[in-house]
Every structure is written in structure tokens, then in C-alpha cells.
């Protein structure tokens, strides 16, 4: 079977012939088919898993599911006529609202006809005398492509934790990352939440306050800073469209992909009362600020970053009205920012409302899932559904999952059997032709996403240019080239705090993932004039052959 884009269909029997083959319609998905097709001319096609577009925000509808990025500035910046004419209802927008913003994209620039929905590639395998790779797809799709172009996001390969007994739990359970599209009723119901980072963190003040009773289960407790989320209003938006390329600058030219002014004081150039001030009010205007707007040693300096850590560990212990509560929900084993900072809507006030209790994993570990519930080494408590909030095999599980084999057959599951290795986060020495948009070694889950994607797919899209000028088919990078920029990614990490926290960052919430530190430390700016600077010079670590 083969796909044939004019109909969206299957058709018999030959291999279809393409110049792309782009799997995953998200955010980078859908740019990466605009630029493939309509600026640079090529034949191309999204294979896409889901029955809609969206990536990320088409899976993970679960409650308080919010973005953590203000509207504003998380979404695309190559149309000045789509920012303009877009209107974003808040600063922290809901899933509903950015899926409709992709699907209006999509609609926008007739990017559906070129997309497959309801397709997973499950394997791809290059043809090194034909410099192409043969796709194959769960639909029994084949399709030989120039170019191979990952665009199955960071955070998609959902992971659901081997605890025995699932099989025979009596009541329902979900994973925040594979929500069913009908609504979830918790009304009267026993709800049991496993997991507290960003996602479970959102879930669990919306659960709460429908569920007739909530367990949080706990096995790391987080930082977490208000959103302080609120409705734009016409005035903020009107200032917004007036300033867009100023603010896509300041993002682009920025540490993390946010329109902030940069920051250049230690938390040590001011007096202890000057510091709680500018804490205080950063912890008043909500979000990210209170990271990249405060100091600029806070991920560098253990000393530095103990301030800041204090000062939220203090509104906990403020905001949560039982003192044992909120001494198990204090973080204390870790940095504040080296785990994904969450922000959160009235998170910490949950824990004082009845219904809800909190289960320390760290004192009393669970045992098994029961037909009636969750039994850990203390007790058994009762559930009628159990809500999985434990995160994703982050940026390197999407990419395993499909049986990618490079030069020689060999699998890139065999090739980062120790740790995903790339040049840039971009290409896979061994892979030809083959690009991964926010791959491992790029800044990706440490920015704003979509500012990354962009930066991304425009090079990627350079490089295909710069190919066809040149009479090349072909572009691998070098294993030296490799070698040399994982040992960058890893020596960047180790001058920060990050390394410091078992996080996902390394893969530590995978039992039996090789412990490496997989996005680039080093700051979205230095990181595209690298990459920039690569180009400028040929494509400098890169083999390219006519």
C-alpha cells in the first residue's frame, strides 16, 4: 500500500516516490511541510499517529492541561499575517485553545491535503545506493523519500510505569499524555494521582474539585511558582501585535527562547532585603520571570540558587496549613530549576481542602495496583480510577519506538544503546539524510518550544537548499563532528546545577535508560550562531556527496 496525498488514501501497488517524508503534525510538523512544500517546491508528506493534528496538544487533554509559555510567544513567528490576525483569550493558554490554533494553521496554509492522519511510521530504513529512505508506516504505507524529517516532538512517547497489578485494577485508568477526548467524569469517585511534575501539578486542583476524594501519590516533591494566569485584554493585545517583531527579537536573541529582558545581576550584588523584594514580586507577576527574570546565577551558583529555593519553600510552608503536608511537599534533594520548572494554579492550596490527601512514595513505596486500588508498604487505599500524571520517555522514546536503521542496517537503537549521540541535535552520524527537529544536544525542552522548532526547521530547510544548489543527494555528519558536540553538550551541563537533580533530562524517570544529559545547556543564542556559523562554512561536520 502506498500513500497517495491527492486522496488521502491507499492506493496499489508501487512504492511511492517523494522528496520528504515528515513524521508528526505538531508544531514542528506543520512548519516543516510549509517550508518543504510551498517555499522550497518539494514533494512531501506528514505521516501523523492521531486522528487530528496538534502533536502534543492532540494527545494531552487531561484536566488543567495549560501551557506553561504565554500565549503570546508560544506559537509560530513566520507570518506576520497569522500573529496579527490570531487572538490568544489568555496569558497561559488551555489545550483547547492552542489545538485550535494549530488546526487554524493547518486550514490556513492548506497544509491537510499533504498530511496522513490515523498513520504511525514504524520503521524507515536508508538505501545507501540510492541515498533514500524506504518508509514504511502501520497502515502499510511504503514510501522512498530524499529526506527523512522527525518532527515526533520532545515530549509524545507516553510513560506508563511497570507496576504489577494494573492489569487487574476493577476501575478505569488514564495517562495525562494519552487522554481520551470524551470528558473524564470524577464526580463521586475516588481518584488516585500518581506523579508530581508539571502535568500533575496542573491535574490535580481541577480533579480535586470534582472528585469526591483525591490521593496525590508523591515520590518527588517540586518547585512550583503561581501562574498567575488572567484574560488579555484588547489594550495588552493591541501592544502585543504593535511590538511582535521586537518581542521575536528579544526571544530569539534570548538565553531561553522568552521575550524577557536579560538579567545581568547575581543574587549576591543585592542585600538580602532587596533580593526578598525582587522574589516577592516576581513571585506576584507569576510564571517563568521568576527563573530567567531575577538573577542570572541561579542555575550556575549552588549558593545563589539556595535563595531562591528558600523563598519557595518558605510560601509553601505559608501556604499549606498542615505542617506535615507541607514539609512532605517541600523540595529539599534537588536545585530549584533543574527539574522542568512548573508553574501552577493554586497547587499548593489543594492540599488544604478535606478531600484531599497526600501520599509519600519516599516513606512508604507502592507495592502493587489491586482490583480496589493502590497498595503500597503502609496500606491499601481504595480507587475507583487511577490517573497516570509520570511523564514521557522524554526526546529520545518517540524516535525509538520506530525501527529506524541507518548505513548498513544498523538500528538507532543499537546506535544509542549508551546515550543518544548527535551533531547539534540535529542529524545522526550513520543516518543520512535524516534531521531531527529539536533532537537530543539541542536547547528544545529548555526554551520555548516553538521559537527552537523554528530555528530548526528554517536550517534544515537551508541546508535542502543549499543541497540543490550544489548537486548534492546526500548530507551525514561526521562521527568526529558527533563526538566532539556530545562531549560540548556534556561539559556545558556539568558547569551548571542541572546534573545535580534526577530529572527527566537524564532519562532517570526510565528504569534501565542510560543516564545521559540530553538537550544543550548552553543558551538558545550560542546555539544558533553555532549552528549558523556551521552553514556559513559549507556545512562544516557534515559529509555532503554529489
Not at 508523591?218 to 494566569?229: G, K, W
Not at 509519600?360 to 487505599?381: F, H, M, N
Not at 556545558?492 to 535508560?513: C, E, Q
Amino acid at each position: 500500500m502506498v500513500f497517495d496525498p491527492s486522496q488521502g488514501a491507499t492506493t496499489e501497488p508501487a512504492v511511492e516516490a517523494l522528496d520528504a517524508v515528515i513524521i508528526g503534525a505538531g508544531f514542528s510538523g506543520l512548519y516543516m511541510l510549509y517550508r518543504a512544500r510551498d517555499v522550497l517546491g518539494l514533494r512531501a508528506c506528514v505521516f501523523e499517529a492521531g486522528d487530528g493534528v496538534g502533536g502534543t496538544w492532540f494527545w494531552n487533554r487531561y484536566p488543567g492541561a495549560r501551557c506553561d509559555s504565554e500565549s503570546f510567544y508560544y506559537c509560530y513567528s513566520f507570518s506576520e499575517e497569522l500573529s496579527q490576525e490570531w487572538t490568544w483569550t489568555s496569558k497561559y493558554p488551555e489545550q483547547p485553545e492552542i489545538l485550535r490554533y494549530l488546526e487554524h494553521v493547518a486550514d490556513r496554509f492548506d497544509l491537510r491535503r499533504d498530511i496522513q492522519l490515523g498513520t504511525r511510521v514504524v520503521g524507515a530504513r536508508f538505501d545507501d545506493a540510492a541515498d533514500r529512505w524506504e518508509v514504511e508506516t502501520s497502515r502499510g504505507d511504503r514510501v522512498s523519500a530524499r529526506f527523512l524529517i522527525s518532527a515526533v516532538g520532545c515530549l509524545s512517547s507516553a510513560n506508563v510505569p511497570e507496576i504489577p497489578g494494573l492489569g487487574r485494577f476493577e476501575g478505569n485508568w488514564y495517562h495525562t499524555g494519552a487522554w481520551p477526548h470524551e470528558r473524564v467524569d470524577f464526580r463521586g469517585k475516588r481518584v488516585g494521582l500518581i506523579g508530581t511534575g508539571s502535568t500533575g501539578i496542573q491535574a490535580t486542583p481541577v480533579i480535586a474539585a470534582e472528585a469526591d476524594h483525591l490521593t496525590v501519590f508523591q515520590r518527588t516533591p517540586n518547585y512550583s511558582v503561581p501562574a498567575r494566569n488572567a484574560p488579555l485584554t484588547e489594550e495588552e493585545l493591541r501592544k502585543i501585535r504593535t511590538h511582535y517583531a521586537e518581542i521575536w527579537k528579544r526571544a530569539r536573541d534570548s538565553f531561553g527562547g522568552f521575550p524577557y529582558q536579560r538579567v545581568e545581576r547575581s543574587a549576591f550584588e543585592v542585600d538580602d532585603e532587596e533580593r526578598e523584594q525582587i522574589y516577592d514580586q516576581l513571585w506576584q507577576d507569576g510564571g517563568f520571570k521568576f527563573m530567567w527574570g531575577s538573577f542570572n546565577d541561579l542555575l550556575f551558583n549552588k549558593e545563589a540558587n539556595d535563595t531562591a529555593a528558600e523563598f519557595i519553600r518558605r510560601k509553601i510552608r505559608e501556604t499549606v496549613k498542615d505542617p506535615d503536608v507541607a514539609a512532605r511537599l517541600t523540595p529539599t534533594d534537588h536545585p530549584f530549576g533543574t527539574k522542568r520548572p512548573p508553574i501552577d494554579t493554586d497547587y499548593f492550596e489543594t492540599f488544604n481542602r478535606d478531600n484531599v490527601s497526600l501520599v509519600d512514595l519516599r516513606e512508604s513505596p507502592i507495592v502493587e495496583i489491586t482490583p480496589r486500588g493502590i497498595r503500597t508498604e503502609a496500606k491499601e487505599y481504595e480507587l475507583d480510577v487511577i490517573v497516570f500524571a509520570t511523564g514521557f520517555d522524554a526526546m529520545t522514546g518517540s524516535l525509538l519506538r520506530m525501527d529506524i536503521r541507518g548505513v548498513g542496517g544498523r538500528s538507532l537503537r543499537e546506535k544509542w544503546s549508551e546515550g543518544p549521540k548527535t551533531y547539534l541535535g540535529l542529524q545522526i552520524a550513520g543516518f543520512p539524510n535524516f534531521f531531527t527537529i529539536t533532537g537530543p544536544g539541542s536547547p528544545s525542552v529548555l526554551s520555548n518550544m516553538p521559537v527552537s522548532i523554528e530555528q530548526h526547521v528554517e536550517w534544515i530547510s537551508a541546508c535542502i537548499e543549499y543541497m540543490r544548489a550544489h548537486g548534492s543527494t546526500r548530507i551525514e555528519a561526521t562521527e568526529k563532528a558527533e563526538e566532539e558536540w556530545v562531549e560540548h553538550v556534556r561539559q556545558v551541563a556539568d558547569l551548571t546545577l542541572f546534573p545535580r537533580a534526577s530529572s527527566w533530562y537524564l532519562g532517570a524517570n526510565i528504569p534501565g535508560k542510560k543516564r545521559v544529559f540530553m538537550p544543550y545547556v548552553g543558551g538558545l543564542l550560542p546555539y544558533r550562531e553555532r549552528c549558523d556559523e556551521v552553514a556559513r562554512r559549507g556545512y562544516e561536520g557534515f559529509d555532503l556527496r554529489p
